[in-house]
């Protein structure tokens, strides 16, 4: 695992497991903003073709507000990327940007008590994949 991320195999197919992942997050008040699917995109753009990899831009809202608060350019590092993908044995792994290690970039006592929370929430959803 990098140094910016955690993340858990979870049992299911890819599509399974993305909807798993997006039910989970609810559980911690975050919703997907966003759905990037890689192998999609890269077949149609450059015409390679990749297992499935989706990239999930998870926000919780009210601590996407109390972020914007405390520093307005945060922006920049949100919203929590969540990644699902289908590995050579098959099995599907789904990964969290760790805010602790991202949000670590601002210099301010407010972002980083807030990114350990998000971090805490992300956790949670990790354990809950997990089963």
């Known amino acids: 695992m990098s140094n910016y991320g955690f993340g858990v195999t979870v049992p299911g197919s890819f599509d399974e497991v993305i909807d798993k992942t997006i039910e989970a997050l609810k559980t911690e008040g975050f919703g997907v903003l966003t759905t990037i ?7 149609k753009k450059i015409d390679v073709e990749r297992r499935p990899y989706t990239i999930l831009g998870a926000c ?3 601590l996407a507000n109390r972020a914007i ?3 307005p350019d945060i ?3 949100l919203p929590c990327n969540v990644l699902v993908r ?3 044995d098959g099995s599907v792994s789904v990964l969290f940007m760790d805010p602790a290690a991202v949000l ?3 210099d301010s ?3 980083t ?5 998000v971090r805490g929430k992300l956790q949670k959803v990790a354990e809950l994949l997990k089963g």
């Open 69 to 71: 608060e405390a520093e």
């Open 104 to 106: 670590g970039m601002v």
């Open 113 to 117: 008590e807030l990114a350990s929370e």
């Open 75 to 77: 922006g920049l590092l």
């Open 109 to 111: 006592p407010a972002v």
């Open 86 to 88: 289908e590995e050579d």
């Open 60 to 62: 919780n809202p009210v």
């Open 37 to 43: 699917d890689v192998k999609a995109t890269l077949k």
